[in-house]
């Protein structure tokens, strides 16, 4: 279903940066209760490494993220929007299995358990929590998509062909995909002092 007309705003992109300044409002806000700085920590980190989406996380258990770390790789067949399977690689030189590892918890347990208890959130009230914190650090351009849209920009950027990322990210049509890649302000600002005004 499309959004209705006038509801569409300009949205960023979460690239290192951005991401970075969540982790680090995370551990220094004092406000958080230990359960949500982890929710919090957690979420950022895999949808900052995966591009993917809320609904895609919300059931990842323990033994989810280990098997990740063990084989640099984790197969989505989750029924999200995309029902299409989907392969997540990890680097081979473990930078992105290290950061895995610094949000594992040591028994396992629901990523994203409701009310501490074995079962896990509902996706809007994961979402409505990360919005809530993502606006608050970064603005009202951020979003739990904007994970997403970094992670084609940056893959786009880096010289990965749209095809390949269409792949990676599991949409069906290129012009999907397409829409994803953003130009971020740094790039409009460098190619204005580039001009001979």
Not at 4 to 23: C, H, M, S, V, Y
């Amino acid at each position: 279903m499309a959004r209705p007309k006038g509801t569409t705003r300009a949205k960023k992109p979460i690239l290192k940066d951005e991401f970075n300044r969540l982790i680090n409002a995370i551990k220094k806000t004092g406000t958080l209760q230990a359960g949500t700085k982890q929710k919090l920590l957690r979420a950022f980190t895999l949808l900052y490494l995966t591009g993917c989406r809320v609904s895609e996380i919300i059931n990842f258990k323990t033994s989810d993220l280990i098997s990740m770390c063990d084989t640099n790789e984790y197969s989505l067949t989750n029924n999200t929007k995309t029902n299409k399977s989907r392969l997540i690689s990890f680097d081979a030189d473990g930078i992105q299995v290290q950061m895995i590892k610094d949000i594992l918890p040591s028994q396992d347990i629901y990523l994203f358990s409701k009310n501490n208890s074995d079962h896990p959130m509902a996706i809007d009230s994961l979402k409505l929590q990360m919005n809530n914190f993502l606006q608050r650090v970064l603005g009202n351009l951020y979003s739990t998509h904007s994970f997403r849209s970094g992670y084609v920009t940056l893959l786009h950027q880096a010289g990965e062909s749209l095809e390949l990322i269409r792949e990676d990210i599991g949409h069906t049509n290129l012009s999907t995909t397409a829409r994803y890649t953003t130009v971020t302000s740094k790039e409009i600002a460098k190619s204005k002092n580039r001009r001979d005004w």
